[in-house]
């Protein structure tokens, strides 16, 4: 079997090095990439877990999120939209190559004054992003340059060892790895012998890090993967008990109960019958990728508008 080494890849399309983009977020499953991603969320309230640990953005909070740091985003019970910069370590690290292991532990910036000069400083950059008009990529370059300095002074950060950093690029290519066999084979009978199998690794070695890198064991994993898309069929088709246990992997009608009930409080076929079915919740991982991202000019035009809140602060 071929395995896929690459991380979640960035589009540069605009600029080298940098891409803003606007996303309404449903589901993003635990995942980790090459670039340094800072966020606005600026509308509703969404579920942001970095590794292992769980915060409710609300409006206007700034997120951080380093190289290979694996998280995850779900939907809370509100609509949301995610102002995005993904920034290769390329852009910054040429003004001194130790930027490239650059890691901040301030993850949530929600209020202060840095917070509101980092907030005006990325809606201008937005705006400039865009516009069209001459060197917009050097002004766009200049302001995330002084928003990284901003941070890098006012926020706690060190710079990792490169050990430190291979181990973490090496760990979420790992991880991409047996996340994306679970989603290909979650259907089928699956154990924890062919996940170390797939990564040449013992059976504890294989539970210690799904466990570390997850925060839960193989098979509440698998079992939550199994369950969101029971849920999905439920609520999308007409197929049976039995027949969505065939199709989502549960070996029987009482393990699918058993999730139902946990989330629930209440049995699958009672869920079925219900006309009003509530929805999922709980900060559980996600374990799928649902988002809807900004065509150009979708953000173009919603730019426009930052570019006019930033020019009132």
């Known amino acids: 079997m071929s395995r896929k080494k690459e991380l979640e890849i960035v589009q540069h399309t605009n600029m080298n090095h940098l891409e803003i983009f606007f996303v309404e977020m449903t589901a993003r499953g635990p995942h980790g990439h090459d670039d340094l ?19 409710i953005l609300q409006e206007g909070d700034i997120y951080l999120i380093n190289r290979h740091q694996v ?20 852009f910054y690290k040429q003004a001194d190559y130790s930027l490239g292991f650059l890691r901040f532990e301030n993850n949530i910036i929600g ?12 809606y201008e950059c937005t705006g400039y992003y865009f516009k069209d008009v001459p060197y917009n990529a050097l ?12 941070l890098a002074c006012s926020t706690n950060c060190h710079v990792a060892t490169e050990k430190e950093s291979a181990s ?16 290909e084979h979650y259907t089928e009978h699956i154990s924890l012998q062919d996940i170390a199998s797939l990564e040449n690794i013992t059976d504890y070695h294989a539970s210690h890090f799904i466990k570390k890198m997850l925060g839960m064991s ?33 070996s029987s009608s009482r393990y699918l109960n058993q999730m139902f009930l946990k989330n629930f409080q209440c049995t699958a076929k009672e869920y079925m019958k ?13 374990t799928n990728n649902i988002q809807k991202r900004y065509t150009y000019e979708q953000a173009s035009a919603y730019a426009k508008r930052l570019g006019t809140l930033s020019s009132q602060k």
């Not at 939907?75 to 102002?83: E, K, P, Y």
């Not at 002004?139 to 901003?150: R, Y």
């Not at 219900?274 to 996600?286: F, Q, V």
Request: charge should be neutral.
């Open 168 to 183: 973490a690029y090496h760990n979420t290519l790992r991880l991409k790895r047996i996340t994306e066999y679970i989603g």
């Open 71 to 90: 998280h995850s985003f779900a939907r809370t019970d509100t609509d949301n939209l995610i102002l995005a910069f993904q920034i290769h370590t390329e």
């Open 37 to 55: 991603e800072i966020g606005v969320l600026l509308k509703g309230t969404v579920t942001l877990v970095l590794e292992q640990k769980s915060y």
């Open 274 to 286: 219900m006309k009003e079915k509530p929805r999922l919740t709980s900060a559980a991982l996600p």
């Open 111 to 122: 209020s202060g004054s840095l917070h509101d000069t980092l907030l005006g400083s990325l």
């Open 218 to 250: 193989f098979q509440e994993y698998v079992s939550g993967l199994r369950f969101m898309h029971a849920l999905t069929l439920i609520r999308k088709t007409d197929l049976s008990i039995l027949d969505i246990c065939m199709e989502t992997g549960f």
């Open 139 to 150: 002004k766009c370059s200049s302001i995330m340059l002084d928003v990284l300095f901003q």
